[in-house]
């Protein structure tokens, strides 16, 4: 079992920036894909931001050029830098990470229903 925390999450003004963190408890193997999902009410979940083993990233149209994703391997971690925040990027924010195959950055972001394990939510709120 592979438990991911999220953390970081908040509410901030448009414009503003915040950062989300995940961290995985433990694991035998390493992460092949990694990737961060959000969902906001009413709405299906979709891939924001997504790193892969060779450290190649793939992003949403609607965050490109505000967001970064990255790792620390020797943390466990996963982050996801969020700058000029929208309204619109409102979410609970959720990490996962994909162990089974080789997954490019793409295929993890378009593919949530290919992750093995997901963290539970970390809500974003932006006012405007």
């Known amino acids: 079992q592979v438990d991911l925390v999220e953390s970081g999450g908040g509410s901030v003004q448009a414009g503003g920036s915040l950062r989300l963190s995940c961290t995985i408890s433990?694991?035998?193997?390493?992460?092949?894909?990694m990737g961060w999902f959000r969902q906001s009410t009413g709405m299906e979940r979709e891939g924001v931001a997504a790193?892969?083993?060779?450290?190649?990233?793939s992003f949403a149209d609607s965050v490109k050029g505000r967001f970064t994703i990255s790792r620390d391997v020797a943390k466990n971690t996963l982050y996801l830098q969020m700058n000029s925040l929208k309204p619109e990027d409102s979410a609970t924010y959720y990490c996962?990470?994909?162990?089974?195959?080789?997954?490019?950055?793409?295929?993890?972001?378009?593919?949530?229903?290919?992750?093995?394990?997901w963290g539970q939510g970390t809500l974003v709120t932006i006012f405007s």
């Open positions: 996962a990470t994909q162990v089974r195959a080789r997954m490019t950055a793409y295929q993890a972001l378009k593919g949530s229903v290919f992750m093995d394990y």
């Open positions: 433990e694991y035998t193997r390493t992460p092949m894909s």
């Open positions: 790193i892969d083993e060779d450290d190649d990233t």
